[in-house]
């Protein structure tokens, strides 16, 4: 999840109070692990830097339990910064999906679909300002599958019409060490025409207390960059 829906491609200034909250709950919700949590909603948030730094934190809500399937939403803001060609943009988002997910031997798969929203600020060369705040559909889709015992597989994809864009993330690991050890690889776009693209490791559901967590870290390239340049990202969800 997520992590989620607004690319993580923008450097934290502006969002630096919702990135220390997205530290202690995070946007990547593990249905898997709900199997022995019998919890109605999940916390989380997520933070990545890079060149830029986007955070996110929200919540996950099932009308039952989260181990069960049946109707689910999601609500998350998300805020950060990016630096672009004279231009520096800070980005403000949020949004509030509404799904179903079906629970099977293998694991989970969700879809989700509601109203998202941005708001943009722009500073230097080029111009300076807040710009109209946009609207728009958010469609989302997940799986976290176990191909075989001791592996996860993860797929999702996020696209939102308020800033016309496009977020894909999918992961593969083998149970290590008591998490979840792998390659990952993602790839964002948007209506500026930036696009981002990274590679990288990833360790996924290790704990610690109530806590579970998701680090990151790889290689990455964008349209705005002449090369490329590493990234780091941390995922933490607890329910509730």
């Not at 989620?4 to 946007?27: D, E, K, N």
């Not at 989260?66 to 672009?84: H, K, M, N, P, Y």
């Not at 109530?210 to 705005?224: D, H, I, L, V, W």
């Amino acid at each position: 999840m997520t992590r989620a829906g607004y690319g993580h491609t923008h450097r934290l200034t502006l969002p630096r109070a919702v990135a220390w909250t997205a530290i202690f709950v995070c946007l990547w919700s593990d249905p898997l692990r709900a199997e022995t949590n019998p919890a109605s909603l999940l916390l989380f948030g997520s933070l990545e830097a890079s060149p830029s730094v986007f955070a996110t934190t929200g919540a996950k809500l099932a009308l039952d339990r989260l181990d069960r399937e049946g109707f689910v939403a999601l609500a998350s803001i998300g805020a950060g910064r990016r630096t672009e060609p004279a231009l520096v943009r800070q980005t403000i988002g949020f949004a509030a999906v509404f799904g179903y997910q079906w629970v099977r031997d293998w694991g989970v798969a969700a879809a989700y679909v509601g109203p998202e929203g941005s708001v943009e600020v722009l500073s230097g060369a080029a111009g300076s300002g807040i710009l109209p705040a946009r609207l728009g559909l958010r469609l989302h889709g997940e799986v976290w599958a176990r191909p075989s015992e001791g592996t996860l597989l993860t797929a999702t994809l996020i696209l939102g019409s308020a800033r016309t864009s496009a977020w894909s993330r999918i992961s593969w690991g083998t149970q290590l060490w008591g998490a979840y050890l792998g390659p990952e690889a993602t790839l964002y776009g948007d209506h500026t025409g930036y696009a981002k693209w990274s590679v990288g490791l990833h360790a996924t559901d290790f704990k610690i207390g109530r806590f579970s967590f998701r680090a990151s870290a790889g290689y990455q390239r964008t349209t705005e960059a002449r090369s490329g340049s590493p990234y780091v990202a941390f995922d933490v969800w607890t329910p509730w």
